[in-house]
Every structure is written in C-alpha cells, then in structure tokens.
C-alpha cells in the first residue's frame, strides 16, 4: 500500500523532530529519520556518533534496527531530515539496510530549505544484493 500524502508529511516532521536528540559532537551534522513499518506504526532514529569515529550509527539505522527490534519486518517509506540547503538520499550502507526490509520503499529526503527528493529504494540502489538473493524467508 503506497503510503498517503498525509503520512508523508507526518513522516517528514517525524524526522525533523528526530534530529534533535542528534548525538554528533564529532561531526555536528544533526540528522533525524523516521520510518514507516509495516504494522503502520512510525519509528524514528537520529545519528548516533562515537569517539571511534567507525562505528557512527546513521539516523535512518537507528530508524530501522529501533523498529527490528520492536518485530517489525517490513519498511514501507523512510523520511531523512539533514541540515542541508538542498535535500541528500541516505548513505550507501543505510540504503542496503533499507533494503533488507523494504526493497520497494518510498525515501524522502527533506532538509532546511524547500528543496525535496520523493524516490524509491530500488532506483537508489539497483540490482540489489538482499534475502531473495540467499533464498531466505524473513524470520
Ligand atoms: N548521517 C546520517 O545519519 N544519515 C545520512 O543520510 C547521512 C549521514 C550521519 C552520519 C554521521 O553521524 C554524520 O551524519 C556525518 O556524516
């Protein structure tokens, strides 16, 4: 079911909102995230940094792992927030999590100006390594 206008905005400000518990004191970029799963609930995430500098956890992550972690199995639309003057899609890692739950998701990307992006998962990452390729059921 493809997700309504209205979701989409309330994804948009979800993420927005997200940002602000943004823990980044290394790169100081707040981003914020919020995910619409499967069971219609919504789930959000920020950016989560760490002194070794590797294991920073993107805001769409955070998103995704918090609504795994809730039983969640599917991803229908992501929204990111960054503080930027022109919209950016979800990093490379962020999209193959994406796709791990929601391969036909809806992503979002707004930031602090009006600039937007509306696409969809698989037009950002094409010929997607995923679960069909190991010819898994999600457990
Ligand atoms: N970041 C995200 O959380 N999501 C994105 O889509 C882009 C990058 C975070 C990772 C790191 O904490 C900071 O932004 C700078 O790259």
């Given at each position: 079911m493809k997700p309504t206008a209205a979701l989409i905005r309330r994804l948009e400000k979800a993420a927005r909102k997200a940002?602000?518990?943004?823990?980044?004191?290394?790169?100081?970029f707040r981003v914020g995230a919020a995910i619409l799963a499967g069971s219609g609930k919504v789930y959000t995430g920020t950016n989560v940094e760490n002194a070794s500098y590797g294991l920073c956890n993107c805001a769409e992550r955070t998103a995704i792992f918090t609504a795994a972690a809730a039983g969640e199995r599917q991803v229908r639309a992501v929204a990111v927030y960054t503080p930027t003057k022109t919209a950016t899609t979800p990093c490379g890692a962020c999209r193959q999590v994406i796709n791990e739950f929601g391969p036909e998701a809806l992503v979002i990307s707004v930031c602090d100006s009006a600039d937007r992006i509306q696409t969809t998962l698989d037009r950002l990452l094409p010929a997607a390594f995923g679960p069909k390729n190991l010819g898994r059921k999600k457990a």
């Open positions: 940002a602000q518990a943004s823990y980044s004191p290394y790169s100081e």
